[in-house]
RNA sequence: GCGCUUGUAGCUCAGCAGGAUAGAGCGACCGCCUCCUAAGCGGUAGGUCAUCGGUUCGAUUCCGAUCAAGCGCACCA
């Protein structure tokens, strides 16, 4: 399956005394133009220790090499190129992927492993933003790659539904809010409680005493502030859940802050019990000058615990609940260091798992250059992005494809689509700028054109089916034209590809990859008309079909749908 | 000031853990629907790979310095 193997083979074969197979393998590459073959192996390394011209070492290589299952091998200058045989090739691939279908690609790197993931964790009574999109999907993508590398992905919503904030809120709400009014529109009523908390307590510096007053009431259990913390907390899950049902993302836990404010004692006792606690400006920390980070905050002046106290407790009980493989933290990279003191803080404690958790960082999303802030009243709603981005591609298949059945359903999957897919096409740690028209693109390097490669192929695929050809997936299809081999030679890069966006954490490898296949599924069908009853058609069914579904798992991979037709 | 991240065509980004003439999309210009959905395909124009050094037979890729941008630098999360 694997043709580089193939390669090394025959050249550890001819080099086994000079260079180890290992060696070759590192060294050995893909030449960026087919012409020049599928593998190149330069010979530059072995001038020195041959004494000889790396022209003429390639020249003595190809006379010795055994050529017996490639199309050609020869020398080019310092390289050998090497071109695979075609009909064996493509029979290999296409037909591991009729048999396995939707499996193909998958491996066993994490031999069942649990690995929690820390994502998504949007903050109660404020809506979610397009900061949140980026640790949600990437987070889903992740969880997804995972488990097609047999890992045990849980998906952990850690919900900001603790903090002095609540006391905000409560103040705010009492000021200026009414039931009514929360009922009608929670999340956006809220913000605006909030916002105007904000924007008053400049002037009014007492309103900041009183919220404080009302989250320490919170805290003791106060039954009227017990009660409005549940009801904003339920209103805004609530309106969560239609957001993470537009996208398609499910979590398996919701336990975000508040789910382990009994469980930071524990930490704070394991923490004294090694003597790690020290007082530092009325506050206690834990000193980690020696790992070159800023000591670690655990309760403040007024006894107060905070987010590392929180995370501290969460790390833990995951470990204990899971008893994971790996940990893993979707978050902005803004919060690098909190991660740091987290793991070094843990690794004081003596837990040797503190190795295993990972920071996932993203970059941010800006709008005009600047970071979104909820206080500023400076937020892009998730929300109104998607509606718009549907509502776009219903106007596009009024357009393109008016007779299109389950118009509003494929209006979803491609405006969703593209939004997902436009996250994630790129590096994670890259910036963007939020630019709703380049969000909502379908054309070009995009969502949609991966999902309408996906939906031109299935429609060659119906019409073969109507008339009457019917696939064997059992039969071994081999194609030899050089139009079909740039698709032949994607469709087995699938696999690697899987392998490296998980080592690296990062989706935007298959979002890539995607892209590179749709563009040489597109250019061969314009080129070579596929339904045409010749020898090969039903080889070129096959390849079609491979392509597909290769297509439709890269997607699915993503997040994102890939609806039949478009 | 210190730390992290980033710096490749007008714009948005690739460049697979150093190699053969630096790629794609968008935008601009020009072609292609009596032919499997033109959300597509083809072509032209556009780059001293931030700068300067170093390692190497060979550096956009590795190392160092400089410059620029973003983020962070204990009582928010």
Redesign the pocket.
């Known amino acids: 399956m694997e043709f580089r193997d193939q390669v090394i083979r025959v050249l550890a074969e001819v080099l086994g005394d000079k260079l180890s197979a290992e060696k070759i393998k590192?060294?050995l590459?893909?030449?960026?133009?087919l012409a020049?073959?599928d593998y190149?192996f330069?010979a530059?390394?072995l001038?020195?220790t041959l004494h000889k011209a790396p022209q003429q070492i390639a020249a003595e290589i190809v006379q010795k090499i055994n050529q017996e299952h490639f199309e050609k091998i020869q020398a080019?200058?310092p390289?050998v190129?090497f071109f695979m045989d075609k009909s064996q090739a493509s029979a290999a691939v296409i037909s591991t992927v009729l048999r396995q279908q939707f499996s193909y690609g998958d491996q066993d790197l994490g031999k069942g492993g649990n690995v929690p993931i820390d994502m998504s964790s949007p903050?109660i009574a404020k809506p979610i933003s397009m900061g949140h999109l980026r640790s949600t999907v990437i987070g889903n993508s992740l969880a997804k790659l995972l488990k097609k590398v047999n890992y045990h992905p849980i998906k952990i919503n850690h919900l900001?539904d603790w903090?002095?904030?609540f006391g905000k809120l409560i103040e705010a709400y009492k000021l200026w809010g009414s039931e009514e009014e929360v009922k009608a529109d929670p999340i956006n009523k809220l913000l605006e409680y909030y916002v105007r908390f904000h924007k008053e307590d400049v002037a009014h510096p007492e309103l900041d005493e009183k919220a404080r007053g009302w989250f320490k009431k919170l805290e003791d259990g106060d039954e009227e502030a017990i009660r409005l913390w549940k009801w904003f907390r339920s209103e805004s899950l609530k309106s969560f859940m239609k957001i993470y049902e537009k996208l398609g993302v499910e979590f398996d836990s919701f336990n975000g802050?508040a789910f382990y404010n009994d469980k930071m004692a524990e930490i704070v006792s394991i923490l004294e019990k090694r003597d790690l606690l020290k007082e530092?400006?009325?506050?206690q920390?834990v000193d980690l000058d020696k790992y070159d980070l800023?000591?670690a905050?655990i309760r403040?002046?007024?006894g107060?615990t905070?987010?590392i106290t929180?995370d501290l407790a969460a790390a833990l009980y995951r470990k204990r609940t899971y008893n994971f493989v790996q940990s893993l933290y979707v978050v902005g990279?803004?919060?690098?260091?909190?991660f740091k003191q987290l793991k070094a803080v843990l690794k004081e404690m003596g837990e040797p798992w503190s190795d295993d958790i990972h920071h996932i960082p993203f970059?941010?999303i800006?709008q005009d250059?600047?970071?979104l802030s909820t206080r500023a009243g400076r937020v892009i709603l998730l929300d109104e992005v998607l509606d718009d981005a549907v509502q776009l591609?219903r106007k596009?298949?009024e357009?393109?494809?008016p007779n299109l059945e389950n118009k509003e359903q494929?209006a979803k999957e491609?405006g969703v689509g593209a939004v997902i897919f436009h996250d994630l096409?790129?590096?994670r740690?890259?910036?963007?700028?939020f630019n709703l028209e380049?969000v909502v693109?379908?054309?070009?390097?995009?969502g949609?054109?991966v999902q309408?490669s996906h939906?031109?192929a299935?429609?060659?695929l119906r019409?073969a089916k109507e008339e009457g050809h019917v696939l064997n997936e059992q039969e071994n299809y081999s194609l030899n034209d050089p139009e079909s081999w740039e698709v032949i030679t994607e469709i087995a890069a699938f696999p690697k590809m899987v392998k490296?966006a998980v080592v690296e954490y990062e989706p935007?490898v298959i979002a890539?990859y995607g892209?590179h296949l749709a563009?040489a599924f597109?250019?061969y069908?314009?080129?070579?008309?596929?339904?045409k009853d010749d020898e090969q058609l039903y080889a070129r069914l096959a390849l079609v079909k491979s392509v597909a579904t290769v297509l439709k798992e890269s997607l699915n991979l993503l997040g994102v749908h890939a609806p039949d037709?478009?």
């Open positions: 590192q060294v590459e893909k030449p960026k133009d020049l073959g190149a330069p530059f390394l001038a020195k080019v200058g390289y190129n903050n900001g903090g002095t904030q802050e530092s400006r009325g506050a920390i800023n000591p905050l403040k002046t007024d107060a905070l987010y929180r990279n803004e919060q690098t260091n909190h970059g941010l800006t250059g600047k970071k591609a596009q298949i357009a393109k494809n494929v491609v096409k790129n590096e740690m890259n910036n963007f700028d380049e693109r379908f054309e070009g390097e995009t949609p054109y309408y939906a031109r299935m429609s060659i019409k490296r935007s890539k892209l563009k597109n250019k069908y314009a080129h070579s008309k596929v339904l037709k478009m």
